[in-house]
């Protein structure tokens, strides 16, 4: 049974920092492509950040360019989520996926639960 299980989410005031980290299990997970979706009240589901799956390849939205970094440790089974400069537009459930191609997308084949980031003006 596959899981994902992000953690790290919270209350940061604008500015601050956060680091949002997904573990999983009951997959290969060096075979997999990861990444992080974020979906705040009202709006859709939307991309944020993937890797590949030996790491050397990552992608941004343009929103978070040069304010987030996205990581992985196959040795622990864990993709991680660097957050600087936070803004109030960044509150939003935060989702870990995972995707047996080349890049994660919203038809991605496993996801988490989710983890709340809330940023404070």
């Known amino acids: 049974q596959v899981q994902l299980v992000e953690s790290g989410g919270g209350l940061v005031p604008a500015g601050g920092s956060l680091r949002l980290s997904c573990a999983a299990s009951?997959?290969?997970?060096?075979?997999?492509?990861m990444g992080w979706f974020r979906q705040a009240p009202g709006k859709e589901r939307e991309f944020v950040a993937g890797?590949?799956?030996?790491?050397?390849?990552?992608n941004y939205a343009d929103s978070v360019k040069g304010r987030f970094t996205i990581s992985r440790d196959n040795a622990k089974n864990t993709v991680y989520l660097q957050m600087f400069s936070l803004k109030p537009e960044d509150t939003a459930v935060y989702y870990c996926?995972?995707?047996?191609?080349?890049?994660?997308?919203?038809?991605?084949?496993?996801w988490g639960q989710g983890t709340q980031v809330t940023v404070s003006s």
């Open positions: 996926a995972a995707d047996k191609g080349l890049k994660i997308s919203i038809r991605s084949d496993y």
């Open positions: 009951g997959l290969t997970f060096r075979s997999y492509a």
């Open positions: 890797i590949s799956w030996s790491g050397g390849v990552t």
